[in-house]
């Protein structure tokens, strides 16, 4: 069982920065892929960005592409999103979510979920 704890959300002006970070317990990190994913009010939960479990490779939905990067720490257990340029539309809960084998944008492949963090863009 994996245990997941998202941080660093936020508010922030438009055209700002944000990093987020995802802690995992519970489970040998490094045999999951990892993704993040975000759910705005009254929206479906959508696909942010994926990574390999060695890093290798890297998905960005299109929404995010060239203004959001994942990353992972395999040693420290964690994974992270940062996101610049952010616009008021990408305000939503963030959340990081871990596949015990590739799943990219496909979110039933996922099998472990945290909390996540709220990021709010004002205009």
């Known amino acids: 069982q994996v245990q997941l704890v998202e941080s660093g959300g936020g508010l922030v002006q438009a055209g700002g920065s944000l990093r987020l970070s995802c802690a995992a317990s519970g489970g040998t990190f490094s045999r999951y892929a990892m993704g993040w994913f975000r759910q705005a009010p009254g929206g479906e939960r959508e696909f942010v960005a994926a990574i390999t479990r060695n890093s290798g490779s890297s998905y960005y939905g299109d929404s995010v592409k060239g203004r959001f990067t994942i990353s992972r720490d395999n040693a420290k257990n964690m994974v992270y999103l940062e996101m610049n340029s952010l616009k008021p539309e990408d305000t939503a809960v963030y959340y990081c979510?871990?596949?015990?084998?590739?799943?990219?944008?496909?979110?039933?492949?996922?099998?472990?979920w945290g909390q996540g963090t709220q990021v709010t863009v004002s205009s």
């Open positions: 979510a871990a596949a015990p084998r590739w799943a990219g944008g496909n979110l039933p492949g996922y099998d472990y």
